[in-house]
């Protein structure tokens, strides 16, 4: 299907002034070794999936550019880094969690300040309602507030020496070294945060770089990271990811690969390690989750549901419901509901208030997406809804999908919705058993015993199960990861802290030389390690 120029009344004849101030804007600044720098080298042009109508079509507009720097300028970030580092002795590694909260927090404050702007970035770089990129801010630094807190409760239970079979030990978590930490397109601040804000916190240095998508968004933020962290704590590299990142892995000196993005890159960047027993890697990747809705489910009751966990921010989420599973004789009846709620979406540019419906971000996604629909035509199903100008592409249900089309097992990451209809509903629990991904399902019904046989298959193939729910990561408390492709550790506020740190533990022989030794380390507070400190 080609282009539909029917869709071009969605896009504006020219952008208005008051919603993209200060447009186009030159980020030269990168911070390396807590100086704020400014790159004389070639540049990379950022464009908005926002687009403006020209000569009957639609042209992207025009954000500004950012460094695309070398090989030398990231190694340089790297060995800032390092130098930081410094085996354990420097000086953030070194410093109290008291005194790090404080740096944090005092970072957070500055970023509270320059909301209007960040959240602005958001809308234009990826085409995010104003609203949802509102909520990603502020659910950002309510996530770091969270973080701190959970830090001064860890250091709360370990301010104190225990003893077993007449052994002192004093055991407390120690941070790991040199994080490399590269977030998603989708949630170019909170899900980058979500593995930055913990690993810092507990003491490790941190070389970031931030998505090609979002990337503008953190010139704001350079300042208060030059400010409120010891020089080498943080460091900003740009540029072509295959171009700066693969050196920086080859030289084996980063401990722990912080990567959210797909498993395709993140096997890449793990190969590049030459110590691969040395690095520790959080990761999160892909996932294809399913919903199933049980034999006795009403339609009418889960369709809200069932829209939104597919839809929300086009389907752009690792946590939407990414294909559906129907009982065969309610599959028409699913559609239509479906259909009927598709078509009040709200379709727009990100500015607009009460828009649901943006264009998407990355080149040439509307195509691939009218591929999955054109294979899935091809092979017997129907198209309901769909159709594309530039990056603006409408939502599209197919349905029935069946395996061997594209939609049946490829993970879209957009706003098509394949949907499977079954005789059985142990044909869906196949599909999740066969599939490489494993993050999580939705699963919707009211029968006690059926909804209990589906919970204890589905725990031992995901690692959420939703009940009459979409799939979610929130609350941010709770622990989300994945098991098979998805995923490598698992991300939540405590749950992170322990992945950038590892228990180490001082141990001694309970003798009156040995509380005497550490009587006087605590006392005289000459170790950062041995502390009886209680952290208010």
């Known amino acids: 299907m080609a282009e539909n120029s029917a869709l071009l009344k969605y896009f504006p004849t020219e952008l208005p002034v008051d919603v993209a101030p200060g447009l186009p804007t030159q980020q030269r600044r990168y911070l390396i070794d807590g100086r704020i720098e400014e790159w004389k080298g070639p540049m990379i042009d950022v464009y908005s999936p926002v687009c403006v109508q020209k ?6 507009v025009y954000l500004g550019s950012a460094p695309a720097m070398d090989e030398e300028t990231a190694m340089r970030a790297l060995d ?3 130098r930081a580092w410094d085996r354990g002795n420097g000086l953030w590694p070194r410093l109290s969690a008291e005194q790090r909260i404080q740096a944090v927090h005092a970072f957070t404050k500055r970023m509270e300040e320059r909301r209007e702007e960040i959240v602005r970035w958001i809308v234009f770089e990826i ?7 509102e909520k990603e801010f502020d659910r950002t630094t309510e996530y770091i507030r969270d ?4 830090v001064k409760e860890g250091a709360r239970s370990t301010a104190r020496f225990t003893v077993e079979q007449s052994i002192l030990a004093q055991i407390r978590r120690a ?3 040199v994080v490399l930490c590269m977030g998603p397109f989708n949630y170019p601040l909170n899900e980058t945060f979500a593995t930055f804000i913990p690993a810092l916190v507990m003491g490790n240095t941190v070389l970031f770089k931030p998505p090609k998508n979002g990337i503008l968004l953190y010139g704001p933020l350079l300042e208060a990271m030059a400010e409120c962290f010891p020089p080498g704590v943080v460091n900003t590299v740009y540029g072509d990811g295959p171009v700066v990142i693969p050196p920086v892995m080859r030289s084996g000196k980063v401990d722990v690969l912080a990567f959210i993005g797909s498993s395709r890159v993140a096997d890449q960047l793990k190969k590049e390690h030459p110590h691969p027993h040395k690095l520790r890697a959080i990761l999160g990747m892909g996932a294809k989750n399913a919903a199933i809705l049980l034999p006795d489910v009403k339609i009418e009751s889960v369709i809200d549901e069932c829209l939104r966990g597919a839809l929300s921010y086009n389907g752009q989420r690792c946590t939407a419901l990414k294909i559906f599973f129907v009982p065969r004789d309610k599959g028409e009846q699913f559609v239509e509901a479906f259909r009927e709620k598709m078509a009040s979406l709200s379709v727009g540019m990100p500015y607009l208030d009460g828009v649901q419906i943006t264009p998407l971000p990355i080149e040439g996604k509307s195509q691939y997406l009218q591929g999955l629909v054109d294979d899935a035509v091809s092979q017997g199903a129907a198209a ?10 409408l939502p599209a249900i197919l349905y029935p999908v069946k395996k061997g089309m594209k939609a049946y097992e490829e993970e879209q990451f957009g706003p098509v919705v394949p949907v499977v209809p079954y005789d059985d509903p142990e044909e869906a629990l196949d599909w999740i058993v066969e599939s490489h991904y494993g993050q999580q399902a939705s699963l919707f019904g009211e029968d006690p015993a059926q909804v209990a046989h589906f919970v204890d298959e589905l725990v031992h193939q995901v690692c959420r199960v939703n009940l009459n729910s979409q799939c979610q990561r929130g609350p941010d408390v709770f622990p989300f990861t994945g098991r098979k492709g998805s995923a490598e550790g698992t991300l939540s506020v405590s749950d992170a802290l322990r992945a950038f740190s590892i228990r180490t533990l001082v141990a001694a022989k309970e003798n009156d030389a040995n509380r005497a030794l550490l009587r006087k380390i605590t006392e005289e507070r000459l170790s950062s390690f041995i502390s009886t400190d209680f952290l208010f």
């Open 127 to 133: 085409g995010k309602p104003r609203s949802e990129a």
């Open 55 to 60: 000569d009957n079509s639609v042209e992207p």
């Open 80 to 82: 800032a880094a390092v």
């Open 147 to 150: 973080t701190l807190n959970a």
């Open 175 to 177: 941070p790991l070294g």
């Open 384 to 393: 309901y809804g769909g159709g594309y100008l530039g990056p603006l592409f």
